[in-house]
């Protein structure tokens, strides 16, 4: 028997075959009864410019698998875009511009179908203390500065906090403390969102950011629960792994542990978070995928479904098509199938990405020439 070779990460659609939607962004001009943001994809436009700018980007490139997707080709179709997003002066007629000079790539999906699962991230905002109390347990770690040289296999999650997160100290990470959150559940989810805003109880704020990770690969809590048999992965959201961890904290010392990835970070003095990049991700506007299957920094659209209100209990999901760049990886994200949306910083935003967990498609955008 043959074997079977899987489908490519992406593959060129006819324009005409597009649904009528694609392409058609009226967020960027308050067309959709909410506040424009054509600034913030001008920003997150020049964000992937100047990683693009970057040497890493050249090295990047010079490994990626699809030949028609080059540095230069990228870096030509972000600067032609930029130029129409000035020029347009409504949805439509950046559309209309759009479809005429770029090629679509269509993501090909798990089983290439051309279906993409979406989620959503945010940075999450929390209380926290700069020294640890009875209030205060559980920390968030800097960077081991022998990480490098750590022996692989590298130290589980269990081996290096203990099934309760409170043994730290017994082992490589003692002395290791940045800041101490009240919550294990919201230091576990720093480490999953990787980025956070702190509420200092000693008054002001405190940001962190990524600063590195062990070497092991990611398991969902929400998905543990689902194997568990305590949900559907159809019904599964951000608000109702909360919702259980409430009702039974006890268990976070039997599934927190599954998860043998450890995340460090460093003091980020307030900038905005960063992806893996290394530039900013901007709400609504970057995504994260899987870096080795799709093009860093590239011109993307998603065509999805996304909650939109002003207040975290009255959000209503809406059909939409939205430019972003790529600019991001995460833990879960694997395959040609999965992208990660980010939705932004704080309360909102979190009650946003918590309830995205919707197909789509997701379609790269390349000048013809």
């Keep these: ?5 899987p489908p490519p990460p992406l593959c060129p659609v006819v324009v005409q075959t597009l649904p009528a939607a694609v392409g058609w962004d009226g967020q960027l001009w308050a067309e959709e009864g909410f506040g424009a943001d054509r600034a913030a994809l001008l920003a997150a436009v020049n964000h992937s410019l100047d990683y693009l700018s970057t040497a890493a980007s050249q090295e990047a490139y010079g490994r990626y698998p699809l030949p028609d997707i080059t540095h230069d080709r990228v870096n030509r179709s972000l600067r032609r875009f930029r130029t129409l997003l000035g020029w347009a002066s409504s949805a439509e007629q950046l559309q209309r511009w759009v479809r005429q000079e770029f ?18 991230y945010f940075e999450p905002t929390y209380q926290a203390s700069l020294q640890p109390s009875a209030a205060y347990r559980y920390p968030l770690y800097r960077r081991p500065p022998d990480l490098d040289t750590w022996t692989r296999p590298h130290p589980t999650r269990l081996a290096l906090e203990g099934a309760d997160g409170l043994q730290a100290a017994q082992g490589p990470l003692a002395g290791l403390e940045l800041v101490w959150l009240r919550d294990r559940l919201e230091a576990y989810l720093v480490q999953v969102q990787g980025s956070a805003r702190l509420q200092l109880a000693e008054g002001g704020s405190f940001s962190v950011g990524y600063d590195g990770r062990t070497d092991y690969g990611y398991t969902s809590l929400g998905k543990a629960l689902v194997e568990a048999g305590q949900f559907r992965l159809d019904e599964l959201t951000l608000p109702k792994v909360l919702d259980y961890f409430r009702q039974y904290p006890q268990d976070l010392n039997r599934y927190v542990p599954r998860n043998d990835r450890f995340v460090f970070f460093r003091q980020t003095s307030g900038a905005p978070p960063t992806g893996s990049l290394g530039v900013p991700v901007t709400g609504d506007r970057s995504i994260a995928t899987d870096k080795s299957l799709m093009p860093p920094g590239a011109l993307a659209l998603v065509v999805t479904t996304l909650p939109y209100g002003s207040q975290a209990d009255d959000l209503r999901p809406r059909s939409v098509s939205r430019y972003v760049l790529d600019q991001d990886t995460g833990g879960a994200i694997i395959g040609a199938g999965r992208a990660d949306i980010f939705l932004g910083s704080g309360q909102l935003a979190g009650a946003r990405a918590g309830l995205v967990n919707e197909p789509g498609q997701l379609y790269y955008l390349l000048l013809k020439n």
């Design 1 to 5: 028997m043959d074997p079977i070779v």
């Design 103 to 120: 090629v679509f790539y269509q993501a090909t999906g798990t089983t290439g179908d051309g279906q993409v699962d979406f989620t959503g």
